[in-house]
Nanobody, 115 residues
Framework: QVQLVQSGGGSVQAGGSLRLSCAASGSNFDTNTMGWYRRAPGKQRELVASITKPGTTRYGDFVKGRFTISRDNAKSTVFLQMNNLKPEDTAAYYC?????????WGQGTQVTVSS
C-alpha cells in the first residue's frame, strides 16, 4: 500500500509558475515510478510527467519544456515545477505511483490559470 499526499497548486495568471509536491509513504516497490497526471473538465486524464527512481523522465507533448519533474528518493517525494503556465493547463492534477503505471493516487489538487 502507498499513501500519496499532495500539496501546492492554486490559481495563477498566464505566464506564472506553480510548484506541486507529492509525498509518498508505504511500499518502495510501488513508488518506482511517480508522476503527475491531469484531468480537465470534459477531457480524459493525461500524463503530465513521470520519473523513475533512477531518474528517467517522461513528459506529455504539451509540456514543451515548460515543466520539470524531479524527486527526492530519500524523502519519497516528487515535485513538479510548472513555468509559463497557460489557461489550457487548467485542470485537476493528480500524483500517481506504481512500478511503471500508477496504481495509487493522491487526493488531487486544482490548478487554475487565468488569461
Amino acid at each position: 500500500q502507498v499513501q500519496l499526499v499532495q500539496s501546492g497548486g492554486g490559481s495563477v495568471q498566464a505566464g506564472g509558475s506553480l510548484r506541486l509536491s507529492c509525498a509518498a509513504s508505504g511500499s518502495n516497490f510501488d513508488t518506482n515510478t511517480m508522476g503527475w497526471y491531469r484531468r480537465a473538465p470534459g477531457k480524459q486524464r493525461e500524463l503530465v510527467a513521470s520519473i523513475t527512481k533512477p531518474g528517467t523522465t517522461r513528459y506529455g507533448d504539451f509540456v514543451k519544456g515548460r515543466f520539470t519533474i524531479s524527486r527526492d528518493n530519500a524523502k519519497s517525494t516528487v515535485f513538479l515545477q510548472m513555468n509559463n503556465l497557460k489557461p489550457e493547463d487548467t485542470a485537476a492534477y493528480y500524483c500517481g505511483a506504481g512500478w511503471s503505471q500508477p496504481n495509487y493516487w493522491g487526493q488531487g489538487t486544482q490548478v487554475t490559470v487565468s488569461s
